[in-house]
């Protein structure tokens, strides 16, 4: 399930099928955008209608658990969350492991920091283009063959 169940209307009740359906020793890979380190604009990347869940490790080892699944390996990379499960016997709830609403309040910060860091890039662009659009062709040019780039 590879960027599928961020999509899923009741994503829970999908987990608790798939895992009704794996054969003893079966595996359900599942990958997911980690909403704890998002990548790029998070009005033209991120939240988008299609996307009607967002998962980190903590929700979504709490939703596997809820499905009656249980992890084998959980990982994140490149803004990424993935992780094999297999069935389990016991249901894990949410607060068992100890996250609750601290974690909930971790989440907005990531998303306001994410959205503050948007605003001062795009910010930066507006700026850039109006400077360019005042400033004379003639002066450009000679910025562009007299500045060279210090690296």
């Known amino acids: 399930m590879r960027h599928v169940l961020e999509h899923c209307l009741d994503p829970l009740q999908i987990l608790k099928r798939l895992a009704g359906v794996l054969k003893d020793g079966g595996v359900l890979y599942v990958a997911v955008p980690d909403m704890m380190n998002p990548k790029g604009s998070l009005?033209?990347?991120w939240f988008?209608?299609?996307?009607?869940y967002y998962f980190s490790k903590p929700?979504?080892?709490s939703l596997t658990g809820k499905a009656g699944l249980e992890p084998l390996v959980v990982n994140t990379e490149d803004h990424e969350l993935w992780g094999f499960f297999r069935k389990k016997d016991c249901l894990d709830d949410f607060n068992e492991q100890g996250l609750g609403k601290d974690f909930f309040k971790k989440q907005v910060h990531v998303?306001?920091?994410h959205k503050k860091l948007n605003n001062i890039v795009a910010l930066y662009v507006f700026l850039k283009n109006i400077i360019l659009k005042i400033i004379p062709n003639r002066i450009k040019l000679y910025m562009y063959r007299n500045i060279?780039?210090?690296f």
């Open 43 to 45: 009005n033209k990347y």
């Open 48 to 52: 988008r209608a299609v996307h009607t």
């Open 59 to 61: 929700t979504l080892l």
């Open 111 to 113: 998303i306001r920091k």
């Open 148 to 150: 060279k780039p210090r």
